[in-house]
């Protein structure tokens, strides 16, 4: 029996969605943590983070109330429950003490980014001023973000 042209050609078309679905599933995937991968995304991260940090962890006691606006803007669920617990507190020393806390980023890795999540390693540098005494200290934190449209927020934050 002699193939057709017709059978030649179904053939064919058969052969071609075979091997184009062979490989569309054997493609490789970009890497699900793009972060450092992806540097606009990981500076973004970075520096929304950071900024975040600054605020949550800098303070005045003649702006505590402006400070305590200013994190619920940038923080979201454990971290808000986090801070609020602990805001109280260091208004009520910041206020009696006049006592000024001062956090600087030292430094930022990104372990690891998804487009909606991300967490941080960050180094901060503090200084704290009471009256006339001056103290200072390092911390670590592991930090969780989420992404809130295009913004990133705190969901949860660790000291090492």
Known sequence: MKPTASGVFAGVIVLCVCLTVWFTMARPRGPENVA???VGATNAVTDQVGRALRTVFSYDPSQMDRTSVAAQDVLVGAAIEQYNSQFQQAKKEATENKQVLTTAVRSIGVMDLRPDSARLLVFVDRQLVKGDKHESGVGQLLVSA???????????????
Request: charged share 35%.
């Open 36 to 38: 450092l991968v992806d």
């Open 146 to 160: 989420v992404k809130a449209g295009e913004v990133w927020k705190i969901s949860d934050i660790r000291f090492l």
